[in-house]
């Protein structure tokens, strides 16, 4: 079991409690927009879209938002057209970071990626330079005090979860990205409510980070995901609760 905190539950807990909730809407919009534009406007036949909404819920989105999102998407209503983007680079301490970007403007994006990394102490590299120490993984997030580790590793590991960790308030299953639906329909069908299911890219190995390199590591990781454009930020660095719980304090 792991009793360190990740970047997964960190900025989940931070999206959950976030009082720029303008930001936040905007951003989970784009990605209803995108999941619609890409795979259809049918939440049951397109899992991403379906998670996407998930998403949008549960930051207590309007239901109309949400339609008006999907329609844009399909092409039924106008809307801006977004391209998904990746950027790679490093953060003190030779942190790797993976920044997946939304944008109607790929100039403005990379230029404020950019920034960002240079005034935080990061720099940002060349494609290919840290991505291969992620893979994509099915991510799902489970209160601890809502079921047993025996009960939930009962039902996740028959519908193919990887494995499960402990990660703060949390439980961290982990499965193959076309396993992520499956998964979710036997923890629904157990009676266990995740807070959380995406797919997400999951470092190989994690660095594990002292007071002083964690403070600044997560500096920059804010900086990013306060970015208009940027969507999802990865990291492989790893803090232990304790320091955590002082960086919060």
Same mark, same amino acid.
């Given at each position: 079991?792991?009793?360190?905190?990740?970047?997964?539950?960190?900025?989940?807990?931070?999206?959950?409690?976030?009082?720029?909730?303008?930001?936040?809407?905007?951003?989970?919009?784009?990605?209803?927009?995108?999941?619609?534009?890409?795979?259809?406007?049918?939440?049951?036949?397109?899992?991403?879209?379906?998670?996407?909404?998930?998403?949008?819920? /549960?930051?207590?989105?309007?239901?109309?938002?949400?339609?008006?999102?999907?329609?844009?998407?399909?092409?039924?209503?106008?809307?801006?057209?977004?391209?998904?983007?990746?950027?790679?680079?490093? /953060?003190?301490?030779?942190?790797?970071?993976?920044?997946?970007?939304?944008?109607?403007?790929?100039?403005?994006?990379?230029?404020?990626?950019?920034?960002?990394?240079?005034?935080?102490?990061?720099?940002?590299?060349?494609?290919?330079?840290?991505?291969?120490?992620?893979?994509?993984?099915?991510?799902?997030?489970?209160?601890?005090?809502?079921?047993?580790?025996?009960?939930?590793?009962?039902?996740?590991?028959?519908?193919?979860?990887?494995?499960?960790?402990?990660?703060?308030?949390?439980?961290?299953?982990?499965?193959?990205?076309?396993?992520?639906?499956?998964?979710?329909?036997?923890?629904?069908?157990?009676?266990?409510?995740?807070?959380?299911?995406?797919?997400?890219?999951?470092?190989?190995?994690?660095?594990?980070?002292?007071?002083?390199?964690?403070?600044?590591?997560?500096?920059?990781?804010?900086?990013?995901?306060?970015?208009?454009?940027?969507?999802?930020?990865?990291?492989?660095?790893?803090?232990?609760?304790?320091?955590?719980?002082?960086?919060?304090?």
């Amino acid at each position: 079991m792991s009793g360190h905190s990740k970047w997964a539950t960190t900025k989940h807990q931070k999206a959950v409690k976030d009082a720029r909730r303008g930001k936040l809407f905007a951003k989970t919009i784009r990605i209803i927009e995108v999941a619609a534009r890409e795979g259809g406007g049918n939440p049951d036949t397109n899992p991403t879209l379906a998670d996407a909404i998930a998403r949008a819920r /549960a930051i207590s989105m309007p239901n109309d938002t949400i339609e008006r999102a999907v329609k844009r998407g399909t092409g039924e209503i106008e809307g801006i057209k977004y391209e998904t983007l990746t950027y790679e680079g490093y /953060a003190p301490g030779g942190v790797a970071v993976l920044v997946e970007v939304l944008t109607d403007n790929r100039n403005r994006a990379a230029a404020d990626v950019r920034r960002v990394f240079t005034k935080n102490g990061g720099t940002l590299g060349d494609p290919g330079s840290v991505a291969w120490m992620f893979t994509r993984k099915g991510v799902v997030l489970i209160p601890r005090d809502s079921v047993t580790e025996d009960d939930l590793m009962m039902a996740a590991m028959e519908a193919g979860a990887d494995d499960i960790t402990e990660d703060g308030d949390y439980w961290q299953v982990l499965c193959a990205p076309t396993d992520l639906q499956q998964l979710k329909d036997a923890l629904a069908a157990a009676g266990i409510e995740p807070e959380s299911a995406r797919l997400a890219m999951e470092p190989n190995a994690s660095v594990p980070l002292d007071r002083e390199l964690a403070d600044k590591v997560l500096k920059l990781m804010d900086a990013l995901d306060d970015e208009e454009d940027v969507q999802e930020v990865y990291s492989n660095f790893e803090i232990p609760e304790e320091t955590l719980a002082e960086l919060n304090a």
